[in-house]
């Protein structure tokens, strides 16, 4: 069974466009987050969920806007793609309730803005 | 803001040899340390994690130090083995009503045969 699940793999797609990645997470887990991958290997933290509502919220520019429909389900949609946005994003939940931290993470989105 | 520093950016060493990875953070209301290991193409993965209220930690061949005082922590493999190599990710985390993770900027480990 696959613990978090991000779709799709990989996304193509043209500058000015508007693009949704979808998470999901069959762990139990309260809390989910959205981090980007740069070509550098950083990762950074974009959003976090927990519950539902939105608990970290960095400097991401406000064209990209989370949505957490349930606490199983995280969404990220994107608008008006830059190319500065190409990089591999990771979905990742944890259980804050149970106290323990352990982020588990989905096998990525590669986006690639032409 | 909260940074983590981690050095170094790669490591090369031959099999069998250690390897020590080592990060400093300056948000000193951190309380949880953990370290992720990404393979090539791959999901990051938990190997080992350390809270605040303890300094060392053993895994069979990995061990996490924790030097609050410095805001100093580090990991150390032995014995490494070729399917060692991954870049490795150090994190501070705290909890401010929400959880959140400061990641390191990676080690890129190379374990030559």
């Known amino acids: 069974d696959t613990a978090v699940s991000q779709t799709p793999k990989y996304l193509v797609t043209q500058m000015g466009n508007d693009k949704s990645i979808k998470c999901e997470q069959n762990?139990?887990?309260?809390?989910m987050y959205w981090y980007k991958q740069d070509s550098k290997k950083f990762l950074k933290i974009m959003f976090s969920?927990?519950?539902?509502?939105?608990?970290i919220n960095e400097t991401v520019p406000n064209r990209f806007s989370p949505k957490s429909p349930d606490k199983a389900h995280l969404n990220l949609h994107i608008n008006s793609l830059e190319l500065g946005d190409s990089a591999v994003y990771f979905c990742?939940?944890?259980?804050?309730?149970?106290?323990?931290?352990?982020?588990?993470f989905g096998p990525g989105t590669r986006l690639t803005v032409t | 803001g909260e940074n983590v520093e981690q050095h170094p950016s790669t490591l090369s060493v031959q099999e069998g040899d250690s390897a020590v990875i080592k990060c400093t953070y300056s948000?000193?209301?951190?309380?949880?340390f953990p370290w992720y290991k990404q393979e090539l193409g791959k999901r990051p993965q938990l190997i080992i994690d350390?809270?605040?209220?303890?300094g060392e930690k053993k895994d069979q061949r990995i061990a996490v130090t924790l030097n609050k005082t410095a805001k100093h922590f580090s990991l150390h493999i032995t014995e490494t083995q070729p399917e060692d190599s991954a870049v490795y990710f150090c994190?501070?985390?705290?909890?401010?009503?929400?959880?959140?993770?400061?990641f390191g900027a990676g080690t890129r480990l190379f374990v030559k045969a």
């Open positions: 990742a939940s944890s259980h804050r309730l149970a106290g323990t931290y352990e982020q588990y």
């Open positions: 762990l139990g887990h309260d809390t």
């Open positions: 969920y927990n519950n539902k509502e939105l608990i």
């Open positions: 948000d000193s209301a951190s309380n949880y």
């Open positions: 350390i809270r605040s209220n303890v």
């Open positions: 994190a501070a985390g705290l909890d401010t009503g929400g959880f959140k993770t400061i």
